[in-house]
């Protein structure tokens, strides 16, 4: 998504949702990485969402994050280059992340949990996916136990 002021359509925000491809060595990750430089560097807003447990983590600088299965980056234009992190996990809400605007326009809020509720009931999801069966890429230790329990037992 692409934020641009008027009258002078100067992009002034972008929201990136990462894929596969962003995440995995070669041509789309070293695209992704040299557009979120252009973006960084020119002054632009930069929200990133990764939603994806698999693949090679996009650098958010120092000090490390700490480790979570999902992660979402807010870097504000003005204050480049500190950036804001959300690190969290299957177990915990989604957060509500500040998209920046223009410094005098404030912020919009981007719920990712209504988001995600959105896209999972407009795709029919519930219909598609079979929860029996194990993920693509497996829930670790306490979230695979968390997960389980959240399923109905066979015959139950």
Known sequence: VTIVDQPGNR?????????PSNKEPGDGRDGYLGK??????????LVEIDLLRD???IPAGKPK???????????????F?????????VRDPLPVLPVPLKPAD?????????CLDRAYDDAGY????????PPAFPL?????????????RPGG
Request: cysteine-free; hydrophobic content about 40%.
């Open 81 to 89: 280059p500190k950036a804001s992190v959300w690190a969290f996990t």
């Open 11 to 19: 992009v002034v925000t972008v929201v990136e949702v990462l894929s």
């Open 55 to 57: 693949g090679d983590r």
């Open 65 to 79: 994050p700490p480790p979570a299965d999902y992660y979402a980056l807010v870097s504000r234009a003005d204050r």
């Open 126 to 133: 519930a219909a598609r996916i079979d929860y029996r069966s």
């Open 36 to 45: 979120r430089n252009e973006y960084l560097l020119s002054g632009t807003n």
């Open 106 to 114: 404030g912020d919009v809020p981007l719920d990712l949990r209504a």
């Open 140 to 152: 670790r230790g306490p979230d695979a136990e968390w997960a389980a329990g959240l399923l109905p």
